[in-house]
């Protein structure tokens, strides 16, 4: 399988089958990851101006039909994953993937809340990157507990078989 991680999860990794539909991705299992929880990135609020975020989704999605409008009434998480990450959400009258949306904002991660406070709009992230495959902050407090890197990979990835590869009979080319 590939050695797919991110930095901290929301405190449950992803489940690759509900993120990556029709993708071979049974090996991305939703596992529990509390650790996470007390990490100095698991909570991080990004804020903007209603202008400044105006601006930048104007940038990214020009042609979402954005009006003068308030932007709380314009900017809504259509669908979350069983983890509370944004699968999609509308962009005025655009529907974009929650990752993307995450990367083109600078969001730590699609886990969020939209909060509209004191002239700003907030962003409440949980996590940091996408929450699919180990968790590095996971694994490294369970290797700080004394875990090895069998068990650590085993707890990130369940159904995967761990064995040795004898790369001695490779050419080199």
């Given at each position: ?19 990556l539909?029709?993708m ?6 939703s ?15 990004h ?10 989704l104007?940038?990214?999605y ?26 999609t ?50 694994a ?10 069998q ?23």
């Amino acid at each position: 399988c590939q050695g797919v991680f991110h930095r901290v999860s929301a405190g449950t990794t992803r489940s690759g089958e509900e993120v990556l539909p029709g993708m071979s991705a049974e090996f991305l299992q939703s596992v529990e990851s509390s650790q996470d929880m007390g990490a100095e990135e698991y909570l991080h609020g990004h804020y903007f101006t209603e202008e400044e975020l105006r601006e930048r989704l104007k940038k990214y999605y020009p042609s979402s039909g954005l009006s003068e409008e308030s932007l709380e009434f314009q900017l809504e998480p259509e669908q979350r994953d069983t983890q509370g990450y944004i699968l999609t959400v509308r962009v005025g009258n655009q529907e974009v993937s929650g990752e993307e949306f995450r990367v083109n904002l600078g969001l730590s991660s699609s886990n969020f809340v939209i909060q509209h406070m004191d002239g700003e709009i907030r962003f409440l992230c949980k996590g940091l990157g996408h929450g699919l495959g180990l968790s590095q902050y996971g694994a490294n407090e369970m290797a700080k507990k004394g875990k090895n890197y069998q068990q650590i990979l085993l707890t990130y990835f369940p159904d995967v078989t761990l064995r040795s590869i004898d790369f001695s009979n490779l050419a080199i080319l």
